[in-house]
């Protein structure tokens, strides 16, 4: 049998008749209602290849990048960015100057703002019906690991991937004990990346401590 991944598909579909473009949008408003975010958001396929989504601060519109299709496994891993990003648009309108204040603010403590999207991503995949494990799959495919944290705007990729690993298996564990995951290449190779990160965490639940584990 012919397999073809449903977001490959998805590329073809936008080649021919914007196909990709009304599961986008179908995608992001199912998240945006899910989560009543009273924000108006908008968004558009790139015919870009880069592998990348962003948000544009001015207008609230979040454009995928046509080579993160291409990364993409399923629909849900393209949700997973998509919820990132949305979390992003959130903050460019919320707080003191219609949002404009967390938009500079977020050009400053940049890595802040992505743990924070990051860790709101599984919050607002999981009201929607996603499974927020495909945030992890879907990072350890796209994001490179650069070799110092200080060295970039976004944090260490291991170090992301556990911190958002460690809050779903505090508020959501049911995803990482029936996690249909598990066989999933770039899964194993994110357990496999993240040992040492995991075996700390492990040791913070056992002595039930709060403080927060200093990740590599
Ligand atoms: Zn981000």
């Known amino acids: 049998m012919l397999f073809i991944n449903p977001a490959f ?7 021919k008749d914007g196909g990709a473009q009304q599961s986008i949008n ?11 975010i009273p924000y108006k958001v908008t968004f558009e396929v790139s015919k870009k290849e880069d592998i990348n989504a962003c948000t544009h ?6 454009v995928i990048y046509r080579g993160l299709l291409l990364y993409a496994g399923s629909l849900e891993e393209v949700a997973a960015v998509m919820a990132h990003e949305i979390s992003h648009a959130v903050d460019y309108r919320q707080g003191a100057l219609k949002g404009y204040f967390s938009y500079l603010m977020a050009g400053l403590s ?14 607002y995949l999981v009201k929607a019906g996603y499974n ?10 796209i994001a490179p690991q650069h070799r110092y944290d200080w060295y970039a705007s976004h944090p260490l990729t291991t170090r992301r ?3 958002i690993y460690e809050y779903i298996y505090t508020k959501y564990p049911q995803y990482l004990v029936d996690n249909k995951y598990k066989d999933d290449v770039y899964y194993q190779n994110f357990l496999l990346v993240t040992k040492e990160n995991r075996k700390k965490f492990e040791q913070k639940v056992k002595s039930n401590s ?6 590599l």
Request: glycine content about 2%.
């Open 9 to 15: 598909a998805l590329i073809l579909d936008s080649r």
């Open 26 to 36: 179908e995608i992001g408003h199912k998240i945006l209602n899910a989560n009543e």
């Open 57 to 62: 601060y001015r207008n609230n519109s979040i």
């Open 110 to 123: 940049p890595k802040k703002y992505e743990y924070k999207a990051d860790k709101r991503a599984v919050d």
């Open 132 to 141: 927020p494990v495909a945030s992890i799959v879907i990072l350890n495919k």
């Open 161 to 163: 991937m556990s911190t």
């Open 210 to 215: 709060t403080r927060s584990v200093n990740y």
